[in-house]
């Protein structure tokens, strides 16, 4: 006796045109909706394992004591914090890091606006100058401080040979505090300066041309109509910028490490930033990475706490008149100016 064959589903119908459409359909949404995510994933997969490991990672070593030999040596929590806060080295490099930045950052953005605007007006040879104010940016930080260490020379400097051919006394560039800050912030200003013109070249060149133009042809100079409309149609710019040079400024190392053949800030530390200062705490005598991770924190704080000071300030003024409204005003006192 024969088993009995087994009963077959029937073959399911082929999928319709309009079924196909609706996964098409719905195939298409998630694309549009997941592609901007899968093109800045790997960005964020780097920056995770290059900037935020690191970052979580010093919190940790800096509430531990940690040496450069010896390694973890148990939690210790605020200890270094607190170790760090009543050095006065700590705060003399503190200081030394905040007039270098001031020194360099304030003069850095004038000379780089005004870089900027020249380069946007009618050149010969336009591409020339862009590419001749990037050289200082693409040449080596180390080559730079060599060549400003022995132009800022006390004894037989190219400054002071300038300063005293023209009667004035010489200046101890390596001795006296501020005048090495002056000296460090000149370096700084030579390496950066064409790098931040050339962003702000770009933001010139996307203005309208027809807003400058109308305030031209109403009866506003150059010169009013570069502060009236110019200036604040860079406001994104200028955020950038000035945010980038306060993060910048704020960790400076490679300038003053080269300014002297030692390299440890002057005799006296008189020109010692904060990172120098936090290299000496974990590489120097003390090998102590809990402290020199300590110093990084605070130093990262200090950052944030000026880069979103800085954003406040320039999104305050810069909202006191925007493009248009600028440009409108700009207008209307021209036009009653005529009248």
Known sequence: MSAPSAVTAPPSPPPQPAQRA???????????????YVYIAPFFLLFALVGLFPLVYTAYVSVHEWGLITGDQGFAGLANYAYVLNQPRFWQAM????????????????????????????????????????????????????????????????????????????????????????????????????????????????????????????????LRTFFSITIPMLRPTLIFVIITSTIGGLQI??????????????????WMTITMYMYELGWGSQRDFGRASAVAWILFLVIITFALLNFWLTSRIASSGSATTGASRLMRKTKGGKR
């Open 22 to 36: 609706a996964w098409r359909s719905s195939l298409s949404q998630l694309d549009v909706r997941t592609a901007p």
């Open 253 to 270: 190392f490679d300038e003053p490490r080269m300014f002297d053949q030692i390299g440890l800030g002057g005799n006296d530390r008189q």
């Open 95 to 222: 200081g030394n890091t905040f007039s270098i930045f001031l020194l360099s950052s304030v003069p850095q953005l004038i000379l780089a606006i005004f870089i900027a605007a020249v380069l946007d007006a009618n050149l010969r040879a336009k591409t020339f100058w862009r590419m001749g104010v990037l050289v200082p940016y693409v040449v080596a930080p180390v080559a730079v401080g060599l060549i400003f260490n022995q132009m800022f020379a006390d004894q037989s400097g190219f400054v002071n040979a300038v300063l005293t051919s023209l009667g004035l006394p010489p200046v101890g560039w390596h001795a006296e505090s501020f005048a090495s800050h002056v000296a460090i912030a000149t370096m700084v200003n030579f390496r950066w300066t064409g790098y931040n013109a050339l962003i702000l070249l770009a933001a010139m060149q996307a203005i309208p041309r027809d807003v400058i133009e109308a305030a031209v042809v109403d009866g506003a100079s150059r």
